[in-house]
């Protein structure tokens, strides 16, 4: 079975530009999420879908950040303008459902902003 | 709201020894726990989860976890470390709650090192 991608794996970028990142998830999978792990702290969750609805965006900075999942599989999250403390790691996951599901991750997306 | 603490930021052990890894939770509701371990520049791989039922649950790698309700403790376990165990692990929450959204919530991780 095919893991979670994500891509790309790396990126630098300068503040003020815009920048997305892609996720495909373990077929199957309702339930998208899409985290963000600031360098020594734990993953904090940004937005999760249920197929291609939102299910919770309440700590998604909405003013610069955007995300969407057409068709329920792929996901695309984006920033603009980027800001110097959006440098973090950014982690994709998916689960078959929610609540005692396991989460499983990609490999992430290392942001670095300028 | 859910929370997870994991007190220690790291610990150390030589291998072949056992080690513990900590974490301790607060959460309304019957809780759903999980652990994951990362290694450098690679995303979160998952290790074991408590549902309900056996207090000891068993995961990949040779881990297990003992669930401690009058405790809300969820320690990792390893009878014998290996180099190869030296990693970042996090522990997660979330909720059996029947209604509303339940989030993973995660701790701020412990790195663990493993000494030759």
């Known amino acids: 079975e095919a893991g979670v991608a994500q891509s790309p794996r790396y990126k630098i970028i300068e503040k003020r530009q815009s920048v997305a990142f892609w996720c495909n998830p373990i077929s199957g999978h309702a339930t998208l999420y899409w985290y963000q792990q600031i360098l020594g702290q734990g993953p904090k969750l940004l937005i999760q879908f249920q197929n291609n609805g939102v299910v919770d965006d309440s700590q998604l900075p909405k003013d610069r950040f955007s995300a969407e999942r057409l068709k329920g599989v792929d996901s695309t999250l984006k920033i603009q303008p980027a800001k110097l403390e959006d440098s973090a790691v950014y982690l994709c996951?998916?689960?078959?459902?929610?609540?005692?599901?396991?989460?499983?991750f990609g490999p992430g997306t290392r942001l670095t902003v300028l | 709201a859910q929370s997870v603490a994991q007190p220690e930021d790291q610990v150390n052990v030589a291998e072949g020894n056992p080690l513990t890894v900590k974490c301790t939770y607060s959460?309304?509701?019957?809780?759903?726990l999980f652990w994951y371990v990362q290694y450098p520049n690679r995303g979160l791989q998952f290790l074991l989860k408590y549902i309900t039922g056996d207090n000891l649950v068993k995961g990949s790698y040779g881990f297990e976890a003992e669930f401690n309700k009058s405790q809300t403790s969820f320690h990792l376990k390893k009878p014998s470390a290996l180099v190869s165990d030296s990693a970042l692990y996090f522990c997660?929450?979330?909720?059996?709650?029947?209604?509303?959204?339940?989030?993973?919530?995660f701790g701020t991780g412990t790195r663990l090192l493993v000494s030759p």
């Open positions: 996951a998916s689960s078959r459902t929610t609540g005692s599901d396991t989460q499983y």
């Open positions: 959460v309304s509701g019957n809780p759903y």
């Open positions: 997660a929450v979330t909720t059996g709650k029947n209604t509303g959204f339940q989030k993973l919530v």
